[in-house]
């Protein structure tokens, strides 16, 4: 009988969604395209920063398997990245390897100190607007990473690119049973074996590896002058990398209705590069496309696509590195083409939504934009949007501060009531909106409809009481709400009248 009462008490565990046959089947068939599309993206990335293409494809192998584990977004790819590439290229170039390394490793470390002092949390100051064109951006990048490989190629390219597309669009009308982009790249391949034909393939991108990567320390002298050297890059690494892995983990939540853990994906991008130096990887980030291949167009929602992408991309490039070298980049150019397509947000720029949208969050969406092409770079594009909706935001908010008063019926005093949000921007022409010389020898101020937010606030209502007791005339603030109260009693009379 004990034994029975004790079963009924532990809790039943839930059995991982993965383990469904159908949902098992999508993550594997999910990993396995997205393991393809990381390729030639991998070894791109590794000639953009100047290393061998194998340092770039151990990176996404060891990034997507350790993210699986340690991240907090479920099905987001995170692998070696143009972002990096860009950030670590002048120190791979000038000093070599083993320093970029040693940069990826402090990278990290420093993720996981920011990861613990909360830099996640100010993900919810990125506005909207800011996110549509990080979004409208990246999806302009991706494309534009395709053009190279369509300009000076053999004509059979384009049909190629042509029937990858149709295979793209009217398979999932037809079946959702297997994905539309690896049944793509499976046709294109066999169609240019069997005919012979001569295109690009992605053996023509770089030499693939045919061992196994190996784990060992920097050959570095370990001292503060390399310290001083590697630690801007580190710097750059952490920033960039957290920052293009929050806006995918945010947007990858609206996409999928779900929500993430933002600080563990923070320390767990930061393990994952430490992880990566470790194993001679160049560090990486969030993969905003291939997390769009395996979310929005294979359909992949748990840990387990991201794990097998990077199992999947070793397997191939060292087991089956051959039969991988024959795929033809028509195939893949085809996949990022529908990727950078259904990324896009088409309705932020429709006629109808651009009448009706603010002025001002148009222009922070296009300044997003604008800053992201300009640089090629994804975090400096949002931090510039960012910027713009701050400045919008604090010129929007300056004009709300309305000052009105009236007059003591006994005509010895006048009521003045401040109505709005006194800050550094709207507490600038405070000061202007009293008759200081007209007004009665006492004066109220009423501030029971305002509230006092910083220093620059106070400083304007110190020079206000001392331009009456200029006069001879006195100051009276009332009503002050209690945070106010606070700011306003601990800092009144010590910054000096500023006016």
Same mark, same amino acid.
């Given at each position: 009988?004990?034994?029975?009462?004790?079963?009924?008490?532990?809790?039943?565990?839930?059995?991982?969604?993965?383990?469904?046959?159908?949902?098992?089947?999508?993550?594997?068939?999910?990993?396995?395209?997205?393991?393809?599309?990381?390729?030639?993206?991998?070894?791109?990335?590794?000639?953009?920063?100047?290393?061998?293409?194998?340092?770039?494809?151990?990176?996404?192998?060891? +990034?997507?398997?350790?993210?699986?584990?340690?991240?907090?977004?479920?099905? +987001?790819?995170?692998?070696?990245?143009?972002?990096?590439?860009?950030?670590?290229?002048?120190?791979?170039?000038?000093?070599?390897?083993?320093?970029?390394?040693?940069?990826?490793?402090?990278?990290?470390?420093?993720?996981?100190? =920011?990861?613990?002092?909360?830099?996640?949390?100010?993900?919810?100051?990125?506005?909207?607007?800011?996110?549509?064109?990080?979004?409208?951006?990246?999806?302009?990048?991706?494309?534009?990473?395709?053009?190279?490989?369509?300009?000076?190629?053999?004509?059979?390219?384009?049909?190629?690119?042509?029937?990858?597309?149709?295979?793209?669009?009217?398979?999932?009308?037809?079946?959702?049973?297997?994905?539309?982009?690896?049944?793509?790249?499976?046709?294109?391949?066999?169609?240019?074996?069997?005919?012979?034909?001569?295109?690009?393939?992605?053996?023509?991108?770089?030499?693939?590896?045919?061992?196994?990567?190996?784990?060992?320390?920097?050959?570095?002298?370990?001292?503060?002058?390399?310290?001083?050297?590697?630690?801007?890059?580190?710097?750059?690494?952490?920033?960039?990398?957290?920052?293009?892995?929050? +806006?995918?983990?945010?947007?990858?939540?609206?996409?999928?209705?779900?929500?993430?853990?933002?600080?563990?994906?923070?320390?767990?991008?930061?393990?994952?590069?430490?992880?990566?130096?470790?194993?001679?990887?160049?560090?990486?980030?969030?993969?905003?496309?291939?997390?769009?291949?395996?979310v929005k167009a294979s359909g992949a929602?748990?840990?387990?696509?991201?794990?097998?992408?990077?199992?999947?991309?070793?397997?191939?490039?060292?087991a089956l590195g051959d039969v991988v070298?024959?795929?033809?980049?028509?195939?893949?150019?085809?996949? +990022?083409?529908?990727?950078?397509?259904?990324?896009?947000?088409?309705?932020?720029?429709?006629?109808?939504?651009?009448?009706?949208?603010?002025?001002?969050?148009?222009?922070?969406?296009?300044?997003?934009?604008?800053?992201?092409?300009?640089?090629?770079?994804?975090?400096?594009?949002?931090?510039?949007?960012?910027?713009?909706?701050?400045?919008?935001?604090?010129?929007?908010?300056?004009?709300?501060?309305?000052?009105?008063?009236?007059?003591?019926?006994?005509?010895?005093?006048?009521?003045?009531?401040?109505?709005?949000?006194?800050?550094?921007?709207?507490?600038?022409? =405070?000061?202007?909106?009293?008759?200081?010389?007209?007004?009665?020898?006492?004066?109220?101020?009423?501030?029971?409809?305002?509230?006092?937010?910083?220093?620059?606030?106070?400083?304007?209502?110190?020079?206000?009481?001392?331009?009456?007791?200029?006069?001879?005339?006195?100051?009276?603030?009332?009503?002050?709400?209690?945070?106010?109260?606070?700011?306003?009693?601990?800092?009144?009379?010590?910054?000096?009248?500023?006016?």
């Amino acid at each position: 009988m004990s034994s029975m009462l004790s079963a009924v008490a532990r809790p039943r565990l839930s059995r991982p969604s993965w383990l469904s046959p159908k949902v098992f089947r999508t993550e594997v068939l999910a990993g396995l395209v997205v393991a393809l599309a990381l390729i030639p993206e991998a070894i791109s990335f590794s000639i953009l920063a100047g290393v061998d293409p194998r340092v770039g494809l151990f990176a996404s192998f060891t +990034m997507a398997v350790v993210i699986s584990i340690c991240g907090g977004r479920p099905a +987001m790819i995170s692998a070696a990245t143009g972002a990096i590439a860009l950030v670590v290229a002048p120190l791979a170039k000038e000093h070599g390897l083993d320093y970029l390394v040693a940069a990826v490793i402090l990278g990290g470390l420093i993720q996981v100190l =920011l990861a613990a002092l909360g830099v996640a949390r100010l993900m919810r100051f990125i506005p909207r607007s800011v996110m549509v064109g990080f979004v409208n951006a990246l999806a302009i990048l991706i494309f534009a990473a395709q053009v190279p490989y369509l300009l000076g190629v053999p004509w059979l390219v384009y049909p190629l690119v042509a029937l990858a597309l149709v295979i793209m669009v009217g398979l999932p009308r037809l079946t959702r049973a297997v994905p539309a982009p690896l049944v793509a790249i499976v046709v294109l391949t066999v169609l240019t074996v069997a005919a012979a034909v001569t295109v690009p393939t992605v053996g023509d991108q770089g030499e693939l590896p045919n061992s196994l990567p190996t784990l060992g320390l920097p050959q570095i002298p370990w001292t503060m002058d390399t310290l001083a050297l590697i630690a801007p890059y580190a710097v750059g690494i952490a920033l960039v990398g957290l920052m293009e892995s929050l +806006m995918t983990a945010k947007l990858v939540d609206d996409i999928t209705d779900t929500h993430s853990n933002k600080t563990r994906e923070s320390w767990g991008q930061g393990v994952a590069n430490i992880v990566t130096g470790f194993f001679g990887g160049m560090g990486g980030c969030a993969m905003i496309g291939q997390t769009m291949i395996n979310v929005k167009a294979s359909g992949a929602r748990t840990r387990l696509s991201t794990f097998l992408s990077g199992v999947f991309l070793l397997i191939l490039v060292v087991a089956l590195g051959d039969v991988v070298a024959t795929i033809p980049m028509a195939a893949l150019v085809a996949v +990022m083409i529908i990727v950078a397509v259904s990324t896009f947000d088409w309705h932020s720029v429709a006629p109808a939504t651009l009448k009706r949208m603010p002025l001002g969050e148009t222009l922070v969406m296009v300044t997003t934009v604008a800053t992201t092409l300009a640089t090629h770079n994804l975090a400096i594009g949002v931090v510039a949007g960012v910027l713009t909706a701050m400045v919008i935001f604090a010129r929007r908010v300056a004009h709300l501060v309305e000052v009105t008063s009236v007059l003591d019926p006994d005509g010895g005093s006048r009521i003045y009531s401040v109505h709005g949000e006194l800050f550094f921007a709207s507490s600038n022409d =405070l000061v202007y909106q009293f008759d200081y010389a007209g007004d009665p020898d006492k004066v109220i101020i009423d501030m029971s409809r305002a509230h006092v937010w910083d220093a620059s606030s106070v400083a304007a209502l110190d020079a206000i009481t001392t331009k009456y007791a200029a006069r001879g005339k006195t100051v009276e603030i009332v009503e002050l709400n209690q945070p106010s109260a606070a700011i306003h009693g601990s800092l009144a009379g010590t910054l000096g009248a500023g006016h």
